[in-house]
């Protein structure tokens, strides 16, 4: 279990930033005040990333996250061999990669944990 912090917030990679699941958000565990890393909880282990290649937030995410790869991207390979394709959805309570739902598709529920969200359309990662 993580240390309590006083102020919880969460952090996605922006496209690039290479070790990290693209489209999962982690807690972020300390901000090594005015430096430029930030320590995320990634599987119970603390890992130190660039600020600059996150997407902050101050409450925890609740919305599916869109992720596209370009087929030359480092990873899309992988999504293609996962069956995911070069687009899919990440689910915000437990990180499960999903099968692209119909752009019209307000809100889907996840197969793993059961949770049903909303699809974030507007902030493709």
Known sequence: MRAAMALDKWARPKPGAHGLRRGAWYPVVNEMGSTAMIVLD?????????????VL??????????????????????????????????????????????????????????GAYTVDWENVG
Do not use: F
């Open 57 to 114: 937030s101050e409450v925890r995410p609740s919305m599916w996250t869109v992720v596209e790869w370009q087929d030359t991207q480092r990873g899309a390979q992988r999504a293609i061999e996962e069956n995911h394709g070069l687009t899919y959805v990440v689910c915000p309570a437990c990180q499960s990669r999903a099968d692209m739902a119909p752009a019209d598709t307000p809100h889907l529920r996840c197969a793993h944990c059961n």
């Open 42 to 54: 990634v599987q119970k282990n603390n890992v130190a990333v660039p600020r600059d290649m996150l």
